[in-house]
Structure formats: structure tokens, C-alpha cells
């Protein structure tokens, strides 16, 4: 530091002085207002971006809410869909339960009025059968205990004594 000072020229420092003058009022001069106002376009860009980023996020939780309100909606629209056709499909089977239990009674009615139909076709069947076959019987033994004398007088005899008991 001495020899700074003991070497010290006072026309060496005027000349630095003129040129650091010089610098300073070119560089105000030609390149200060183009570093500031780039200065100030990368502020106004950083705040726009701080801007953009604040909208975008309000607009993300935004459409998150309705997101949430929209998927609760769907779900209580589907669980009230699946409730409706639980309650369709329980109301199908027991339409389906009680057609069928019609269905099946009045085929059994249907069907114990043919069995009682068939019995009594049967029962008249039976019934022409068995007289014709009495008949017949009674016919033959008509003949045979009526192809003699005796016999004939013998029965003639005895539904005589049937008639007065009576």
C-alpha cells in the first residue's frame, strides 16, 4: 500500500477518472435502459407465470370439487339404478312364483276334472258291462232251470210265497 501512494500520479489518475466518467455515461447512456427493461420484462414474465400457476391451480381444485360432485352423483345415480333392479328383478320372481302356483293349480283342477271324467266314463262302462253281464247271466239260468217242467213250477211256486211275505 506505501508504494501505491509513494508511486501515486496524479495525470494517470485524471486519465482513469475521464475514461471510468465515459464508461459510466455510455453505459447509462446505451446499455442501462436495455438491461432494466429486460430486467423488467423477466419480472413481469415471472409474474405472469406466478399468476398463470395460481388461476391454473384454482381452476385444478376447481374441477377436482367438481370431479368429486360428479363421481358421488354417479355413484348414488348407480346404487339407486341397482336398488330399482334389485326391486325388479325380487317383483319378476314373485310375479313369476305366483303365475307359476296358478299355472300349476288350475292344471291340477284341470287335471282331477279328467280323472273324474275318466272315472265316471269308467264307472258308467263298468256299470253297462256289468248289467249286460247279469243279463246275460240271468238269461242263462232262465233257460236252464225254465227248460223243465218241475223247475218251472218250483219257482213259480216259491215267488209266490215271496209275494205274500212281502
Not at 61 to 70: G, S
Not at 83 to 109: F, V
Not at 133 to 143: D, N, Q
Request: proline content about 1%; glycine content about 2%.
Amino acid at each position: 500500500m506505501e508504494k501505491l501512494l509513494d508511486q501515486f500520479s496524479y495525470g494517470l489518475f485524471f486519465w482513469q477518472l475521464i475514461i471510468l466518467v465515459v464508461l459510466i455515461v455510455l453505459l447509462a447512456k446505451f446499455a442501462w435502459k436495455p438491461i432494466l427493461s429486460a430486467l423488467e420484462a423477466r419480472e413481469d414474465g415471472i409474474r405472469d407465470a406466478i399468476a398463470s400457476a395460481e388461476n391454473a391451480r384454482k381452476e385444478m381444485q376447481a374441477l377436482q370439487a367438481d370431479n368429486q360432485r360428479i363421481l358421488q352423483e354417479a355413484r348414488s345415480e348407480r346404487d339407486a339404478m341397482l336398488k330399482e333392479a334389485r326391486e325388479m328383478k325380487e317383483k319378476m320372481i314373485a310375479d313369476a312364483k305366483n303365475e307359476a302356483q296358478a299355472e300349476g293349480l288350475k292344471m291340477i283342477n284341470q287335471a282331477k276334472a279328467a280323472i273324474e271324467n275318466e272315472k265316471n266314463v269308467a264307472m258308467a262302462e263298468l256299470k253297462s258291462h256289468v248289467s249286460s253281464l247279469s243279463l246275460s247271466i240271468a238269461e242263462k239260468l232262465l233257460k236252464e232251470e225254465l227248460a223243465n217242467k218241475d223247475s218251472q213250477t218250483k219257482l213259480v211256486e216259491k215267488m209266490l210265497g215271496e209275494v205274500k211275505l212281502n
